[in-house]
């Protein structure tokens, strides 16, 4: 059964930095592109970005362009998200997840929480 | 960005009811439509791809229909499991964008 493992949230100050990993197992994960989605805590679903299997090809959010970088490891099965600049509206729970061929995400993980704040 | 509108927002019915949520897009999206079932603490789960493709796994009394704008996700006989909040999400452009969700109660 294809495992998502998120870690690396927390509490930042706005204008700080946070690094989110997810450690991906049960799959050839370089045969795959992954995502980012976030959730504020009883709200919907904001997709924030995507990576290409290879690593090749990248994609954002307007809401997180220039403040967001996405990256993958595939020698080590990690997906990570390095965030910026942050703002209190950036507060929210980060699931990482598996993208299929058509955009569609079959398997996310469990999530990680962000909170900005002073 | 293409607008995602889910109706009802919530909706309550029984147990073994015929539940039935929509879902319009703002421009035609032929068929790069989604379905997630998210119980309250854990991750959201696909249960229909391109419309009406049910996932490995996905008991078959969830179906899904439609194409262009408009779509339906159904569930013929309500599980006591079944309770739980549904999105969908269209991938046919960039940046793919989710409902607000419709959340299915007792």
């Known amino acids: 059964e294809v495992q998502l493992l998120e870690s690396g949230g927390g509490l930042v100050q706005p204008g700080g930095s946070l690094r989110l990993s997810c450690a991906a197992s049960k799959f050839t994960f370089s045969d795959y592109a992954m995502s980012w989605v976030r959730q504020i805590p009883g709200k919907g679903l904001e997709w924030v970005s995507t990576?290409?299997?290879?690593?090749?090809?990248?994609y954002y959010a307007a809401s997180v362009k220039g403040r967001f970088t996405i990256s993958r490891d595939n020698s080590k099965n990690t997906l990570y998200l390095q965030m910026n600049s942050l703002r209190a509206d950036d507060t929210a729970v980060y699931h990482c997840?598996?993208?299929?061929?058509?955009?569609?995400?079959?398997?996310w993980g469990q999530g990680t929480l962000v909170t900005v704040s002073s | 960005d293409i607008q995602m509108t889910q109706s009802p927002s919530s909706l309550s019915a029984s147990v073994r009811g015929r539940v039935t949520i929509t879902c319009r897009a703002s421009q035609s999206i032929s068929t790069y439509l989604n379905w997630y079932q998210q119980k309250p603490g854990k991750a959201p789960k696909l249960l229909i791809y391109a419309a009406s493709s049910l996932q490995s796994g996905v008991p078959s009394r969830f179906s899904g229909s439609g194409s262009g704008t408009d779509f339906t996700l159904t569930i013929s006989s309500l599980q006591p499991e079944d309770f739980a909040t549904y999105y969908c999400q269209q991938c046919y452009s960039t940046p793919p964008t989710f409902g607000g969700g419709t959340k299915v109660e007792i």
């Open positions: 990576i290409s299997a290879s690593g090749g090809s990248t």
């Open positions: 997840a598996k993208n299929l061929r058509l955009g569609e995400l079959d398997n």
